[in-house]
């Protein structure tokens, strides 16, 4: 989704301008590791080769609800089958790259609250760890099964569950919630 965490974190390493556009011996590994955690889609990814630790999942499956953009996922993740530990899931339902968001959002206008109201308590999780499956379904909804704690974008809970559908063809009136929409805009 190009939020230039990694230029704005790390300019020496990661710079959008130049070709290419990776210079890894510009930083210490671990300096381009820890940078590597902070990218929200998951796109850049590291292994080592030192026998070091590998990057591990944080303890609470968390999806993020951006401001007029994606859904910012973290966790123990499979997205459609694929096991990761970041991803940036379209809501705005104009991705080409669906489920995974393109930056679509800016050009289509999507505009959606990053504040959306906490849900009322009732069938929260127990645990918040574990596999989180993230399922698109066909022509639909997100179904997330697991323990998942679900946040605004300022970090505000507002909802922990075990199972959710979220939406992903941006016409909810219940954003993040699916509420059907997608069966009334044809979504595809």
Known sequence: IHAR??????????????????????????????????????????????????EAPPGINRVTVMENGPLAVAGRLTVDGEPMLRATLCRCGKSATKPFCDYAHVDAGFTATGEPTPQVPGAEAEAQGGTLEIVP????????????????????????????????????????FCDGSHRKVDFE
């Open 5 to 54: 965490n990694c230029y704005l974190k790390l300019p020496r390493v990661f710079d959008p301008e130049r070709r290419p556009w990776v210079d890894p011996d510009a930083a210490s590994p671990e300096e381009i590791a820890a940078m590597i955690r902070t990218c929200p889609s998951g796109a850049l990814s590291y292994t080592r080769t030192d026998g070091g630790t590998e």
């Open 137 to 176: 379904q066909e022509n639909g909804s997100l179904r997330v099964t697991g323990a998942v704690e679900i946040t605004t974008g300022t970090g505000h809970r507002i909802a922990v569950r075990e199972k959710v559908f979220l939406c992903r063809c941006g016409h909810s009136a219940n954003k993040p």
